[in-house]
């Protein structure tokens, strides 16, 4: 008796040398589906959690939906039958074991985490698989633009990038149930759906295709109104009353205190925004009403100084023209900050 | 010696052929029972962990339960024995082995991540199957209006959606087990069971059933009260105290620092609220509070005005007027706020 | 030949009654012992991350263990050997696969995620279970009541829920493993373990077991000496040294501004709180001292009047009444608020 | 023809009874080696990425390295090959299934969730197992003492426990690789390794060898200096020259403000400590100045008494005291502190 | 009948030898393929979500890619066929599986959780295996110096260490897909791509390749300059106007008045900075100011002392000197401390 008898040795051989064989046949299947799988994509955002124009970058719940047949899946008994579900990593891992291949994508923008409520493969008796994943995700917004903030509008996408090369998968929209929801959730701003499209990117050398849902926002100035400019104006007007008493020294004091509240409304609003390279329209807006507090100091301590000196009908004369320059100067500052910015 | 004897061959394409046919077997019995399947559904909300008015959501503990029957998860031995515990993904896997189908859902206005403590399948004999979640999750409350503000009433509900169409699966309520619990651990709110029932959605175009979970909430006023309503009445009163001091520079002084408070005040309750585009019974409150002391400088600077320039009588009847006038204003106002907002 | 013979159709059905065979077997076995599993439970506290009063929750780290017998997992060769460690879920994948059942468990009150460190399963020759989890949670604290804040006492626990019918499954304290550690890490609480005990619940419509760790705690008041009690009597104190000063206008600014530092600390206090449907301790307290501010400002304003038109006199006597009246009176609100809360 | 032919079933029984004989061979191999398995174990922190203590934790980013021999995995044919890496999970569960041990082993201080990086087995062919783990984590350091706070210095430990009985896991120190980096990123703490050693401990019954990692550190202080102490002086100095105004009203409302001031630092302070049941130095320091500050103000309003009672000689000779005496009192103060708390 | 019968018994022992066989085949196939595995490293950092300077850290949106070649994954086939997808975890247990090694490694300098997105590894015919990552991660960014704070360049790197023995894994870095992208969201920061290399380590104790991304950074200061600078300028401004008003009492209250300001400024500062153990440039600037305000109140006082003692004419000289001296103390001192820092 030898230890490995030929009869057993053959038999193994068999078994490995079968195993490639199938192996082969399996692979030839694919490799002859060498055309460009189509993918049928749809993206559908639900809810937007936030908008983080700080960070710049936006919260939403969606739904991403892909659809493509693997023939080498159809159950050949060319019955209509029910689609039946599995969970998406199980499905990989079927996938993989027949060698088979996927979308495999990737969100251009993404930041941090996706966290998946529900991802769900169907597949049906011809083949047809549907991927559903609903999940809440952030996405970068780089394109802020605060240059004209609070008045501004902003433009915000999400790319979904396939990640093979571009022969095997091709993305193809599915209009209908992409977009953005009725109910998102979102005060602050009122949003508009822009685009869905299939362009490419070049993100891993070769050509492959990427996915676009664009939508664009601008604000409701409510906020602004109510916490900002009427506490400004009321501030301002405040003061203009006090121009009234003819008591330089009072409003020294006076303007000096809004000369704190108008820093303390600086880093109020500097805490809404990131650290920028450049000023925006509600810097202009501070900044104005800074210089013009500071002016109004000087200009008080030098009627101040004039009444020191005893020039006192100089100063009242002055005074007279302050009284009255001083609104004309907001007005026609403000009026002036709107046309820079809208012409 | 061949290297694929025929006897194994035959074997290989027997074993192949067997589980081909076993399968459809399987198959078979699934699609004969094509009339939908019959899910029992409870959802329990135990506690309520926070209500975000800013985000506009509220996160919760519950627990879902799914009760439907598998009968070819039967023991055909018809013994009567208990049920074992199975953890929720391992039995999804054994169901997609199986061929079988299972009720896949979704939160539709979930956010966020949910964090299951306990997720567990239990089988019995009679291939019933009952699915247990116990979680924790975030979910969107998109109907907040804050108009009314803090005297406002919100609404808010969970909703469960089937994702399969609609034909397989169908929900119906476990009246019993479904509501909200009794030790919310909720300190701001009331809060209401109003109605736990089965609709349907068009989530992904064709008709699926749908259960909503809904309660409502009012608020209790203790901590607006304490908070803002003492504070702003004891300052009001204060400075109408000091009408009586006939000193109208002091009072300019005094009113215009209570400016800056109400701004203090404008900001911790913008603080507290999403960035709105309407406003609120509070922001009118605020704003009223806001113009008339703006209007109470106004007045000041103008009898110390007349005091300047002599008219010395004329200012003291005025004052009388105002110094009564000035608590008459904020109580007729008042009560016009709660006219206007009620009826 | 034949596509499937007779021999190999014979023989897959051998194997499948064979399996359904076994199968039968060991389900008798485990049906026929349908006296319930005693599961001794212990939970040890070792760590308080943190107790939050306002969401009314707190943060342990602890030490779940759980002990039973499994006679059908007991190494029939009767050897004495060492116990071989299991992760978790690999051993209820284990149970699955062998029809048994295990004790499922869920915390009741438990918030948010469990982090488990280490969730080890050690089996012993004997069939001897030991699953010890080791686990930082959130629970919620529901129990709160802040009435006699900061002077209040509470009350903690944890609750652990048996899952299946209380056939099953027995809930035995293992009493000496069980409890709160020594090093806590708590700074501001003072903990006392209450009780270890085992109840029962109805969470699931039938009974089942409940394992409870108690725990209380009342605070150290050094904090609130320190920030809120010895700011405020140094504040009333100041406020009261003017009284001596015969300067009735100094004392209206003086008292003016300390009713907006005390809105500051009404505001710091309801910080440390929910938004409570009642008023506590600590807001007696501050509502005392404001409405106690207001009246002075009240009888100043009174006091000036007096003087202006001319009744000196009657001011002063009056004025030194309010002198020693006022300290009289905090000290008696102060008493009359201990004896109220305290009887 | 029977349903099972006696060939068949004594093929299954001989299956069943070689798998039994093979497992009986395995344990036994296992049983044999009764003595304990001796764990190297290196734990080396790369980052401190912060220390918090107002929730008295710390986190670090750390290597675990853990090195024992299993020969029942070492590969018999005796070739000198490289080791082969297994992540850790897949590794855990080849054990399992071949019956083996491995060091189980807990953090006695973690807190919450253990982040790994990398987890890492690599095993070579003289059965060297080498776990490898980089992981974030937070530990508890319940050490923390803030009675002289800011000139405290704390000890900082991490505790590594074997979970299974002693007989079987022992921990030997691998010296030259535990520690603390050279680059831990702490900007606040000074820090220093003090200990790296092999204790034991009872946590669950039964003697275990616990690991235990130990650094202490103190502060940096710049930051209470330039934050602090220097506002503080110059506050203090400042009103220190208006003692030679002579105008004992306007020292009256300076010093009322800076008492808002240090009402503010405590505040700002104890934000940065839990609520402690002992006072801190940094408490004694800004108390006492709180009480100096009121004192001061007393002095001023009995001077003021003095002065307006017509005493206006005494008034300037006991200011005259004051003026040298406040000085004088804040170094004493200083120096008595230092004394009291370093002797 | 036995119940072993030699011919199983024989059986047994052949199928277990030959898979000791095929193992050492496969093992002898990998061993002599003892020279390095070479390794192309390519990482792309996309995006950089923020730079926290308080924390020391970074975190990034990046792409890792490793490529390196396993012969005995070819197809030996020889046909050119497509990758194919497989996930990470599924392809290292396959790995793990065939006895091969990967190129293990570890981020040096992470801190927390790398959150995948995507990490995908695919497969071609030839063997040729790539791995793509795409994740969020936080990095530490132990370099910080803040000395020239806000005037500061900062130097970040990204530091990927191979784990095995240097023997095995060879990196090579792909120039041209490394770097950092055109959009990195970061509003603060302009920066600058440095260095992409490969050295060694010696964090295991054997040397090993590590992969370096460095870049750096410099700061946009517009905020700097809008919230700190021309705020704290307006104050130094309007506090010179009042030198012109020769009203020594108004100036002690508002030099006063800006000291508390600074305090404020000083501890914004503050919560942007770690506390450091030196101090920035920033902090000089804030010092100087508070030093020159502590000193002009100083200066005033003496000014008034003068004056009460009927030296008016002294100090009215000193005064006109001080008026010019103050601004022209600010100018050099600013001057100065340019120089200090530059050269």
Known sequence: MVLFSTKFVELM??????????TVILNVAIVSADQPIEVGV???????????QKSENFSVVATLIMKFNEPTLADESGEKKLARPYLAPNFAKLLEERGLTWPVHS?????????YQTRIVTLDAQGN?????????????????????????????????SLPNV???????????????ENLGEEEWKLKHTKTEVTTHK???????????????NRHLDYYILRILIPVIIIILVSWFTFFLKDYSKRIDLTSSNLLLFIAFNFTISNDLPRLGYITLMDTFLLATFATTGLVVLANVWLRRLQNVGKEMVASNLDRIFTWGYPMFYFGGGFLMLILFYF
């Open 203 to 217: 993100e891993f050398g070769e050509n492959a295709y990427r996915f676009v849902l664009g939508f664009s926002g």
């Open 107 to 115: 969100f251009y923008n993404l930041q941090g985490r996706v966290d």
């Open 129 to 161: 698989i549907i991927y559903v994943a609903r999940f809440t995700a952030t996405f970068q917004a780089p394109d802020f633009d605060f240059r004209h903030f609070p008045l501004d509008s902003q433009n915000f996408y999400i790319k979904l990038d």
């Open 42 to 52: 749809s993206l559908k955002v639900h809810q937007i959690t936030q908008i983080n």
């Open 167 to 181: 022969n095997r998968i091709k993305y193809i929209v599915i209009q209908d149930s992409s977009g953005i929801g």
């Open 13 to 22: 051989f068999r078994v490995v040398l079968f195993c490639f064989f199938l």
